[in-house]
């Protein structure tokens, strides 16, 4: 993990993703699941961590040395890490309402992210 | 839970149970992890007490149930803010003005409504944003085109109504609405412009209707709560084309802008132009003078003749802008091969030329297009925010001439000398006409999670519009943080025009429901006594 | 002596006292005679009893005797009647709504304040006329246009608050709105977007300000007294040229009108044009209609005569500004665009330079040419006047269609035959949508003009069973117009009325303008 996180996250949280980042335990995803979170995710997140041009949270993630930048394509994110992010923010990323992305949807987009990742 | 102000918390327990009535307890948010969810995201009051956090937040899906939501608020006086998607980061994103207000969230409501392409227009709900607009009318092959602004996510009503502007022909944004429906403070309902007419074939194509034309009133407002807006649209043109302009000296802007107004004026450049100055810009980038500061006139700076010398010495450009061209290849070339002319009056005046593009384009080359100058929605602009964790605009509109430019460079550079910034943190961008006919200066001011950077920035900040105030420039727009700041400065005959405001706003909003505070308006109940 | 309604005799000649006070005896005017130099020329209400007569005049030249007049009229609740320079014929002259109210004659404000020719704007006071701005700018060597409606008598404030049109790229009046300074009901005065700022660089420039953007509701409106208006014009172009579109068939108005569309909101085509169709002219000087009468010839028959005399069918006349070279590539455009219709034909146009000495002979529209003229009432040949019923209708062919058949089916109802049939097609006077002009005529026979009046509320409720909605009224169907923007249950009219009662609580401003009535007028109206 190579973000630095500068959020002020309240500690107990934080303990407890650093926990779950040390010891992924989560399903297999489901292939509609995946489907699914793989749509709501060019909705919502491509514009801004998709690949080529113009992709400031790509940049921003690459400048910061995170290689892959893309996150599509990394085998190294876990369900709340994503969810922290996208409720929470990080940087000049802001959090998203439950209008806009509900947690179901958010469930699939952590899916369609965590699919490579080995167990 | 959080209780709005000056509502006792048993009206607010039977208003929150009868809002779940009204779209379903899914759609009423009252935990502290859901209302964090509308915070702005860019506050700039992080970690302080002022950061106004809602007390609730209630999305619902149709107009009938926005009438419901607002008949119960104005029972029980709660406050609410409204947002269509919430995203106007920069300015304040979802955050209500007011910390405790209910925040009225149209995400819900995202329904295209239709899209003409014979004549031209959209009507859409306001949870609709420019990204879902540009989808459906891709989807359909549709022969239109929008305007989008930076970034592309937010909300065309939203953004209208904020009067946000773009880069295409049809970037005044709220010029080109064109009908309204409206839910007012009682739960009522209304249409605007020919949209009165019952059955009205014209509500998207004759804006004015019949009578007082009252659109206006509910942009930067809180009058109403709008709920559908009819949108001109541009025929997809034929094609495009671009050309910069450059010219070598410092005085040359005054000729060059004179020109960039009689070819605007005369509808021959159309679309956002910005002007830029290579000379300085490469100053700043290279940290000369504590980089920002570069762009500025600042007391003890370099001298014109000296900073002309240094643009022969590097063979830079004292300014240049790119003009931008919509239309059939032959009637853009010949409105180019004009503007060259015209600005060849200019000694020492030199061109590029900018690709010429054959429309319509392969939707899968998109990435290698202007986007912004072809209505694509992007998120490109975040790509400016550094190590930021946001930003907030400083927006004056000054007039469009050369003499303006120079003033404001000298202004904002004694205001930040006088106010002691350091050189690093003097921000200025050169205008852009986003708006036909005068210059916006679109200027944003990082935020990070530091309670004592955020603090000082809001000084200058405030500083800067006390500055503008007195050279006659005012803010189009700004943050909800300094709506009562801004709203101050335009004080012509003591306020006459924010009483007249305030006027309107006890007559159509008497228990002051509707987003308080919102461009310097409260109401009644909340107002304070002005100095 | 004519009393304002519901006012004392004592009360009124006290005001009027105050009046003189204010603007000085000269110009606070209540003889019969003066009295009849308000009225609308125009007048549907010739000899009648509704004829509406205002019972005095003021005439102000300054803002601070706007505010007093204002003042002293509400103290005692008498209603104003505001005019520019008082020359909306066709749509109530300088006659109030309200009989016995108070003229408020602007046209002693006549200052020009500003004209820029580098921003291209000017900042004028009511009582300026189109002919004064233009000789101003002859006189002052600016290279700015104006642009004039027919006729050019008539005041830029006062049009553009009327929302009218013109001609040139700058036809939609209000549109070029920036600035507004109000006195209102209360005396006090106001100025609107950057004007609220003090000494903003910006007035004339952006339109909007900050906060809530009120311009519009004082268009068409009654909630306060406009004495200063910012106006955006459009820079001297360096040549003007014209061009005529001519297509042989009925059905080729599809296309027509959806090329038209396309041309008008790409901007490659600007400016106001009237579609005119030669073969209905044709039929029409034969006797017939221009509108589809039942058991009137078909459209086969039309073609067929037209074919053989030579008429197209529909035609359009283009106007094009810029530098030459600009303004015959747009028209070249134009010509590929309407190709696409079989049997399209053109013609090449007036062509100009400017700058240009026309001479007499040259009979282009002045008005195309940012003249203002009076050459309109050449064209209104006999009869005392007209009243205008102007509808807005969608800009396609199948409207227009719909429209010949409406009120083709509407005039055969009312027995109304073809020579007294108003009608005209439509213009582009606004963008992205069609007006229609009828010019009703008013003449000074009782009946004639009582028969004339149910016709015109006969059309603007056939109209509004379409989905179309006059843009303007005559003073006299202000109430009949408002009463067809009826949305759930006049909620807009009902919103206008709340503003009204908030601003103007005394109702004094020019009661009845567009169906907006004070409260305590509005009761007994019911």
């Not at chain 3, 297509?247 to 600007?270: A, G």
Request: one cysteine or more; a negative charge.
């Amino acid at each position: 993990m190579t973000y630095t996180m500068t959020r002020q996250s309240k500690p107990i949280l934080l303990g407890a993703i650093l926990l779950t980042l040390a010891v992924p335990v989560f399903a297999a995803p489901d292939d509609v699941q995946v489907d699914r979170g793989h749509k709501v995710y060019d909705k919502w997140c491509f514009p801004c961590h998709g690949t080529g041009p113009g992709k400031p949270g790509t940049d921003s993630l690459r400048q910061r040395g995170q290689n892959p930048a893309v996150l599509e394509e990394r085998t190294d994110l876990t369900a709340p890490a994503i969810k922290q992010f996208v409720r929470h923010g990080v940087f000049f990323m802001p959090m998203f309402r439950k209008t806009e992305i509900s947690d179901s949807e958010l469930d699939a987009i952590a899916a369609y992210l965590t699919r490579n990742n080995k167990k | 839970m959080r209780v709005p102000p000056g509502v006792a918390a048993k009206d607010f327990s039977d208003a929150i149970k009868q809002w779940q009535e009204a779209v379903g307890p899914d759609w009423v948010f009252t935990s502290d992890e859901d209302v964090d969810l509308y915070r702005d995201s860019y506050s700039p009051f992080w970690h302080e007490e002022q950061d106004p956090i809602p007390s609730a937040a209630v999305a619902p899906h149709t107009v009938e149930q926005v009438q419901s939501v607002v008949r119960v608020a104005n029972e029980y006086e709660i406050p609410l803010w409204t947002i269509s998607t919430g995203k106007n980061l920069g300015y304040g994103g979802s955050a209500p003005l007011l910390s405790g207000s209910v925040v009225l969230d149209l995400k819900r409501m995202d329904r295209v409504v239709e899209v003409n392409d014979q004549n031209h227009y959209a009507l859409v709900e306001p949870g609709v944003s420019y990204f879902d607009l540009y989808r459906y009318i891709q989807d359909r092959g549709l022969k239109v085109w929008i305007d989008v602004p930076d970034p592309g996510w937010g909300s065309l009503i939203g953004n209208a109504l904020d009067r946000g502007g773009g880069y295409t022909p049809m970037r005044d944004h709220f010029d080109s609405h064109c009908g309204m429906e409206v839910v007012l403070a009682d739960g009522g309902i209304l249409r605007t412009g020919m949209g009165a007419l019952p059955g009205s074939k014209t509500w998207q194509q004759y804006r004015y209707g019949f009578g007082p034309f009252v659109d206006g009133i509910f942009s930067q407002g809180n009058f109403g709560v709008v709920t559908k807006m009819g949108f001109w649209l541009l025929p997809a043109p034929e094609g495009y084309k671009s050309g910069t302009v450059r010219v070598r000296r410092h005085d040359d802007l005054v000729p060059m802008i004179e020109t960039l107004n009689y070819l605007m004026n005369s509808n021959l450049v159309q679309g956002t132009t910005t002007i830029a100055s290579p000379l300085l810009m490469s100053r700043a980038a290279q940290g000369v003078s504590g980089g920002p500061s570069a762009l500025l006139m600042s007391p003890g700076g370099p001298s014109v003749e000296e900073l002309e010398k240094i643009g022969r010495d590097q063979n830079l450009p004292y300014w240049d802008c790119q003009l931008n061209f919509y239309g059939p290849t032959k009637v853009v070339e010949a409105q180019w091969q004009y503007a060259k002319e015209k600005y060849s009056a200019i000694p020492g005046a030199s061109f590029v030329e900018g690709p010429t593009y054959r429309l319509p384009y392969d939707p899968q080359d998109t990435d290698k297009l202007p986007k912004r100058q072809f209505g694509i929605p992007s998120l490109t602009i975040f790509g400016l925010m550094g190590r930021s964790e946001g930003h907030m605009w400083f927006s004056p509109i000054i007039p469009m001439t050369g003499e303006a430019v120079f003033e404001a460079q000298k202004v904002f550079g004694q205001a930040y000398h006088d106010m002691g910034v350091p050189a690093i943190s003097q921000l200025f961008v050169f205008p852009s006409s986003f708006f036909p006919r005068s210059f916006v200066i679109l200027c944003g001011f990082p935020i990070y999670h530091d309670v004592e950077k955020n603090r000082r920035s809001r000084e200058v900040f405030k500083g800067l519009v006390k500055a503008a105030a007195e050279h006659g420039w005012g803010e189009y727009r700004t943050h909800t943080a300094f709506m009562d700041t801004v709203a101050d400065v335009y004080s012509f005959n003591n306020h006459a025009l924010r009483r007249f405001h305030e006027t309107i706003k006890d007559a159509v909003d008497p228990n002051g429901i509707l987003s308080p505070g919102r461009c310097g308006v409260w109401p009644k109940r909340m107002r304070k006594a002005q100095a | 002596m004519r009393l304002p309604p519901g006012v004392s005799s004592s009360d009124f000649s006290a005001a009027l006292a105050r009046l003189e006070g204010a603007v000085g005896k000269d110009w606070v005017l209540t003889s019969d005679d003066d009295m009849e130099t308000y009225r609308d020329s125009y007048s549907p209400f010739w000899h009648e009893e509704e004829d509406r007569i205002p019972s005095a005049a003021v005439a102000p030249d300054s803002v601070e005797q706007v505010q007093a007049v204002v003042r002293i009229l509400n103290e005692r609740k008498i209603p104003l009647w505001t005019i520019s320079t008082g020359k909306n014929l066709a749509y109530g002259g300088s006659s109030p709504a309200l009989s016995g109210s108070v003229m408020l004659d602007l046209k002693r404000m006549d200052k020009i304040l500003e004209v820029s020719d580098k921003n291209h704007y000017a900042l004028v006071e009511p009582g300026v006329s189109y002919f004064d701005l233009y000789r101003y700018i002859q006189d002052n060597k600016r290279k700015v246009w104006i642009d004039p409606p027919d006729p050019g008598w008539g005041s830029p404030v006062g049009n553009s608050l009327e929302r009218g049109g013109g001609r040139t790229p700058m036809g939609d009046h209000f549109a070029s709105v920036c600035g507004l300074e109000v006195v209102l009901a209360n005396g006090e005065v106001l100025r609107t977007g950057m004007g609220a700022l003090p000494g903003a660089k910006t007035w004339q420039q952006y339109k909007y300000g900050f906060g809530p953007y009120i311009d519009g509701i004082f268009s068409q409106s009654n909630f306060g007294v406009i004495t200063k208006m910012g106006v955006w014009l459009m820079p001297e172009p360096e040549a003007y040229r014209e061009g005529s579109v001519a297509v042989p068939k009925h059905d080729d108005l599809i296309p027509f009108v959806d090329t038209l569309s396309y041309l008008m909101n790409s901007k490659i085509v600007r400016g106001t044009m009237l579609l005119e169709s030669p073969v209905l002219s044709y039929r029409q000087s034969q006797g017939g209609s221009v509108l589809d009468m039942p058991g009137g010839p078909s459209v086969q028959e039309m073609e067929r005569i037209g074919a053989e005399k030579n008429l197209p069918y529909w035609q359009m006349l283009f106007h094009f500004w810029g530098p030459p070279k600009v303004i015959d590539a747009q028209w070249e455009y134009t010509k590929e665009k309407f190709s696409a219709i079989p049997g399209a034909a053109f013609r090449d146009g007036r062509a100009y330079r400017f700058p240009v000495e026309l001479k007499d002979s040259d009979d282009v529209q002045r008005v195309y040419l940012g003249i203002p003229n009076l050459l309109v009432f050449a064209l209104i040949a006999g009869g005392q006047g007209h009243m205008d019923f102007s509808p807005i209708i969608p800009m396609t062919g199948e409207a227009v269609f719909e429209v010949l058949q409406v009120f083709g089916a509407a005039y055969a109802e009312m027995g109304v035959p073809p020579k007294n049939q108003f009608f005209a097609l439509p213009w582009t006077f606004f963008p992205r949508s069609f007006v229609l002009l009828f010019g009703l005529p008013v003449t000074h026979n009782i009946e004639q003009n009582r028969e004339n009046r149910k016709v015109f509320r006969r059309l603007v409720g056939v109209a509004a069973e379409h989905g179309w909605g006059e843009y303007r009224t005559h003073v006299a169907f202000m109430d009949v117009v408002s009463n067809v923007y009826s949305w759930n249950g006049h909620a807009l009219r009902r919103l206008h009325e709340t503003i009204k009662d908030a601003v103007d609580p005394n109702g004094i401003l020019s009661p009845g303008k567009s169906g907006i009535w004070p409260q305590r007028m509005r009761e007994s109206r019911a």
